[in-house]
């Protein structure tokens, strides 16, 4: 057996040994988590996971890559070997969830459906797809901390796998006054975008 398929086998024979533990845990800051993820990332260094809240009749464990696309097989892999146990599901990479949740960064409260994007297209790679994102007060808080509070947005908004296979650059940028205007449309519509712009592709190549 090779050596990952042994580490995947070992991760969830200790998760069905502390299973209890796991139906328990509530917040990252827990002691329990440190230990649990010291664990997963014995089988990948990229992976992490996420739990929905705990109290609920079945709960998720979410195994992520947080973005780092050569290991979504390993997640895959990992989660298509989990067992089968009453009051869990277990899914791999992260599900998208829409534009409705606010995100809060470094102190900072981010909320998507007051954002808006701007298609960048690039003429040497028209494959490549890129955004500009408009945040209003961008100018007033520290631009990589709003960066990075994209990244989370876009993970949570189209999913672990659509933010980092469907967009290959983004950037953020001060929320012009009539961004519509300019050609920039609201973030809650960037999914319906993308899936526009796939079917454009595919019938140009045609």
Do not use: C
Not at 6 to 15: M, N, V
Not at 47 to 72: D, I, K, P, Q
Not at 168 to 197: C, F, H, K, M
Request: no cysteine; proline share 6%; charged share 25%.
């Amino acid at each position: 057996m090779a050596t990952a398929d042994l580490q995947i086998q070992a991760f969830w024979k200790w998760f069905t040994d502390h299973e209890s533990e796991f139906k328990s845990l509530s917040k990252p800051d827990e002691s329990f988590w440190d230990l649990a993820l010291e664990q997963i990332k014995t089988v990948d260094e990229w992976l992490w996971f996420e739990l929905s809240a705990a109290g609920s009749t079945v709960r998720e464990f979410v195994v992520t890559a947080e973005g780092h696309v050569e290991a979504f097989p390993v997640v895959e892999r990992l989660v298509d070997r989990a067992p089968k146990i009453e009051g869990w599901v277990f899914v791999a990479l992260k599900p998208p969830m829409g534009f409705t949740l606010t995100t809060r960064y470094e102190g900072t409260l981010f909320e998507p459906r007051h954002m808006w994007f701007l298609p960048l297209e690039s003429p040497s790679r028209p494959q490549d797809f890129g955004i500009r994102v408009g945040i209003q007060g961008l100018d007033s808080m520290d631009k990589t901390n709003a960066h990075n509070a994209l990244l989370v947005i876009l993970d949570t908004g189209l999913g672990e796998r659509a933010a980092a296979l469907d967009i290959q650059y983004t950037e953020v940028a001060e929320l012009p006054p009539n961004p519509e205007s300019l050609g920039y449309i609201e973030l809650p519509e960037l999914s319906d975008y993308i899936a526009w712009r796939k079917r454009t592709l595919s019938a140009q190549s045609d």
